[in-house]
């Protein structure tokens, strides 16, 4: 008969090897009873068990209690350091380092910040992490779950047996930690969960996993992200230095998956992106890749807006690793990396962050605050701190981690109102009774003031839909604190104009005017995005109004039109080749149609435009300062025609924009000017380059000084049919 002192009670074995204690690391490892020293372990599949001291020799054989591999005895005084196993089957022997002969790896200082919500490096301390610890190499894992009963990592390193690694669980914070001798990098793993009730539930994908299986499977994947050799410090250098509202601006948003594909439909990796996409961008002119969410997502049509792995760069394309060569690449070559970040919502596949513990952890358990109705996803609870860390940490990580130039946050406006999409007795007001969600824009203040201030040089970009105030704000004056804001009313009133008739267009004169109200209220980015070319939509080029080659005019017209305009520029991939189709996640761009002489035309036009923006301070160093425009031609409605100047503020040329949006031209037109004198013509949409019918100025205008339209002289000059001109002050 056991000696009652020391051995456990009989339902506790029961609970160790059924996977349903607690807290294991109390009962299993070396514990001191009396004067002497006892040992349990429980190996799955074992029939003898021997101690081994730290150099591997047998030191003892400890009993076996249960047929599933529990054993338990006493220990010599001199076996104390015994850090290993021997065990036996008939199979034959392995060596076991038994993680309950090991310490914690997190300590009080982060139960500390954990707790308070103000730990910002969770992501070195949560998720699984290979490193040597007490003298061991393995994997530390470390999962966020204060309601569960019970966690496990499970995974390659035991055969995905739940008793096998029950986890520690720190009470302070309900985080629970393990370090698994042996546990290697690139070993699928996930967590296995009982609720609050015992319930066991279905195996969860890591929170914070850093890489993660390709789709369909949903496992988590073991990575390093902290070993990187980055070869742009002379990029961040600079970075730190620039101004970004006062800086050329021009995004070429992307889904990687999309952009090319090869011939089998395979999709490329991302140093093959690398390879190709980068050096394409660079020779466009544009200055920045806006990526599509790359965050591990099980759903290709969703484009990663339901991602369900918020730190693990998608395996689509590759391994962190390539990632981070990715960005690394783009660094050097000059272009910045913008990420779609995803904090408004998630998914609720059973793998992910829904219930995650068994309760509402990561969200609202009322579904009037915790569902989104417009995509069937859950909305994180801004106001648990636990939660708001979580993903203040991930915005962090994608900066720091992965050297990313910049953040575009998705569906802001559904973030800051409690009803949106809802009818009435659908939300639940705030504590004032207003319909804005406080807790949200706490969270967005705060996720700016720590980028920004850890990060110099950054950007954060609001998708904004509303006329939220103080977007682009800085947050000790109260506004959100976002670098830009997306200007979704430039997109729908200038294609909205450019969809009717060009005889109609007079009637309609003020959708290209009332702009101008408000572009200087926040920092705007212009976006012509993937929203617009998606869902039956069709194309921008299809969008426009008129017969073909009034088609391809008005596009040529319109880009120009924009990126004359003052605020940042972004054009979703593949609008550059003008094409009649709308674009789909699930093919290649249509590359072919450069075969084609317009499409090639248009993306001329796209390529001349970004580096005349890049290279005069004119169209980019007061995109968001009034004082950088200045009105010419506001008013000429029956010619819909459109003019103004912009002005750099440093004593650089002005430039003269001016639109015609008929299809008639008009020579001898009379031009109200800033200054008179000579005045080059810089770009022309109608030139024959672009596929236009080659009217112009012969490479120039001369501005007299005689005053018209309250400006101090005027030009003649030459507008063809539905084009864009730019004129530079010369000398």
């Not at 991302?270 to 394409?280: S, W």
């Not at 450069?594 to 980019?620: E, I, K």
Request: glycine letters at 10%.
């Amino acid at each position: 008969m056991a000696d009652p002192d020391w051995t456990l009670p009989a339902p506790e074995v029961e609970a160790i090897v059924s996977g349903r204690h607690g807290d294991p690391f109390a009962v299993l490892g070396l514990h001191q009873a009396g004067a002497e020293w006892v040992a349990r372990a429980f190996v799955p599949g074992a029939e003898e068990l021997e101690v081994l001291d730290t150099d591997g020799r047998r030191l003892a054989a400890l009993p076996r209690r249960h047929q599933a591999g529990f054993f338990e005895g006493l220990l010599p005084v001199s076996c104390r350091q015994g850090l290993g196993y021997l065990a036996r089957n008939q199979g034959g022997r392995w060596t076991v380092i038994d993680p309950y002969l090991l310490g914690p790896v997190l300590g009080p200082l982060d139960d500390y910040y954990i707790g308070e919500g103000n730990h910002l490096r969770l992501y070195d301390r949560l998720g699984a992490h290979p490193m040597r610890h007490e003298g061991h190499d393995g994997v530390h894992f470390a999962v966020w779950a204060p309601n569960a009963s019970r966690v496990s990592a499970v995974g390659d390193f035991n055969g995905w047996d739940g008793r096998a690694h029950v986890m520690r669980k720190r009470r302070d914070t309900g985080v629970w930690e393990i370090f698994i001798p042996g546990a290697q990098e690139g070993q699928c793993y996930k967590y296995e969960l009982l609720d609050p009730t015992g319930k066991l539930l279905p195996l969860k994908s890591d929170p914070f996993g850093f890489s993660a299986e390709m789709r369909p499977k949903t496992a988590s994947r073991v990575a390093r992200t902290d070993n990187f050799n980055w070869e742009d410090k002379a990029y961040l250098d600079r970075r730190r230095k620039i101004d970004q509202r006062r800086t050329p601006m021009s995004i070429y948003e992307v889904h990687l998956g999309s952009w090319r594909r090869w011939n089998d439909g395979r999709f490329l990796t991302y140093d093959e992106l690398a390879d190709t996409l980068i050096p394409y961008v660079a020779e466009m002119g544009y200055t920045h890749i806006e990526l599509l969410p790359v965050s591990e997502h099980p759903f290709d049509p969703s484009w990663g807006y339901q991602p369900t792995g918020l730190y693990a760069p998608t395996s689509r394309f590759g391994d962190p690793a390539g990632f981070a060569r990715f960005v690394d690449g783009a660094h050097r070559a000059g272009i910045g990396v913008i990420l779609d970040w995803v904090p408004a919502h998630f998914p609720t596949d059973e793998h992910g962050l829904a219930r995650f513990d068994g309760t509402a952890l990561y969200e609202h358990e009322d579904p009037r605050q915790g569902f989104h109705p417009d995509w069937n996803t859950a909305i994180y609870n801004f106001g648990r701190r636990e939660v708001a860390s979580f993903l203040l940490n991930n915005a962090l990580y994608w900066l720091e981690r992965y050297h990313v130039d910049g953040l575009r946050v998705d569906a802001v406006a559904s973030m800051l109102y409690l009803d949106y999409s809802r009818r009435e007795g659908e939300w639940i007001p705030n504590e004032h009774g207003g319909r804005e969600n406080l807790e949200a824009i706490a969270f967005l203040q705060r996720v700016n003031h720590e980028a920004y201030g850890q990060n110099p040089g950054i950007v954060t970009i609001a998708e904004e839909s509303t006329a939220f105030p103080g977007v682009s704000k800085p947050t000790n004056a109260g506004g959100l604190g976002f670098g830009f804001k997306w200007n979704m009313g430039f997109m729908h009133d200038t294609l909205s104009y450019l969809k009717r008739e060009p005889i109609h267009r007079k009637h309609h004169h003020n959708e290209l005017t009332f702009g101008l109200l408000y572009a200087f209220s926040e920092n705007f980015v212009l976006p012509l995005s993937h929203d617009e070319v998606v869902h039956g939509k069709g194309s921008l080029l299809n969008k426009m109004a008129g017969d073909a080659w009034q088609k391809f005019a008005t596009l040529r017209a319109y880009y120009a039109f924009m990126w004359g305009y003052p605020g940042k520029k972004l054009l979703f991939m593949g609008q550059e080749l003008a094409p009649w189709g709308e674009w789909s996640e699930a093919k290649s761009l249509d590359w072919n149609l450069l075969d084609h002489a317009p499409h090639r035309g248009v993306q001329s036009l796209m390529r001349d435009l970004n580096h005349v923006y890049r290279g005069t301070p004119a169209l980019h160093a007061r995109d968001c300062e009034p004082e950088g425009f200045e009105w010419l031609t506001a008013d000429d409605k029956e010619n819909s025609v459109f003019a103004w100047a912009r002005h750099s503020g440093e004593g650089h040329p002005i430039v003269v924009v001016v639109s015609n949006f008929t299809p008639v031209p008009r020579t001898c037109y009379a031009l109200p000017m800033p200054v008179a004198g000579r005045w080059r013509e810089l770009l022309n949409t109608d030139a024959h380059i672009y596929g236009g019918s080659g009217m112009g100025n012969m490479g120039a205008v001369v501005a007299e000084p005689e005053p018209l339209n309250g400006k101090p002289a005027q030009a003649s000059v030459t507008l063809p049919p539905l084009a864009t001109l730019y004129f530079m002050q010369d000398g």
